[in-house]
């Protein structure tokens, strides 16, 4: 019933868009994105996961943080403005 996705979804943005590209993973259970999301910061994209504090569900991010894929670690309330400000 359940397929994570965003492994894939993240793999295809660092095949095609490389460093132009910005990956944030947010709260969620389990360790979907955080190979993928590390595949994106090897390929140049500027990469962040929400921090602990303001999620829900740690275990997305907290597994993307371990294997070195976020860049920046953001709470909830400032990825809107990481974003803007693509990390800056």
Same mark, same amino acid.
Do not use: F, L, N, T
């Given at each position: 019933r359940h397929k994570p996705s965003v492994d894939v979804l993240f793999r295809s943005v660092a095949r095609e868009a490389g460093k132009n590209a910005l990956g944030v993973i947010m709260t969620g259970m389990g360790d979907d994105g955080a190979r993928g999301l590390l595949e994106m910061r090897? =390929?140049?994209a500027l990469t962040a996961a929400q921090d602990e504090a303001s999620c829900v569900v740690f275990g997305?991010?907290?597994e993307a943080i =371990?294997?070195?894929a976020a860049a920046h670690?953001?709470?909830l309330d400032q990825i809107g403005r990481f974003i803007l400000n693509q990390g800056h």
């Open positions: 090897e =390929a140049g997305m991010p907290k =371990a294997r070195g670690i953001v709470g």
